[in-house]
Nanobody, 122 residues
Framework: QVQLVESGGGLVQAGGSLRLSCAAS????????MGWFRQTPGKEREFVAT????????IFADSVKGRFTISRDNIKNTVWLQMNSLKPEDTGGYYC???????????????WGQGTQVTVSS
């Protein structure tokens, strides 16, 4: 089992920045690819970004490329999502996830956090 706890969400004006953190405990953190997903009411949970086991590779959704970055520290068992130039359409619950495959497909992720809310006002 891997336990994931997100933090860092909040209310921010359009154009602002937030940094989300996801702290992991349980099984060996470095064995897992880590992803961030987001969801708004009535919509499917969508892919935002993912980072490979030793941080060599990253993938971003087209909607966040150039604005968001993802990083991890396998000693601190933490993954971060730095979100810059935020837009109202970035509003949603943000969830981190751990999976054995480096993928943008949410079905490849085995463990999920409870989420942190991000609200971007216009």
């Amino acid at each position: 089992q891997v336990q994931l706890v997100e933090s860092g969400g909040g209310l921010v004006q359009a154009g602002g920045s937030l940094r989300l953190s996801c702290a992991a405990s349980g099984r060996t953190f470095s064995n897992y690819a880590m992803g961030w997903f987001r969801q708004t009411p009535g919509k499917e949970r969508e892919f935002v970004a993912t980072i490979s086991w030793i941080a060599n590779y990253t993938i971003f959704a087209d909607s966040v490329k150039g604005r968001f970055t993802i990083s991890r520290d396998n000693i601190k068992n933490t993954v971060w999502l730095q979100m810059n130039s935020l837009k109202p359409e970035d509003t949603g619950g943000y969830y981190c996830a751990a999976g054995r495959r480096f993928s943008r497909n949410k079905r490849e992720y085995d463990y999920w956090g409870q989420g942190t809310q991000v609200t971007v006002s216009s």
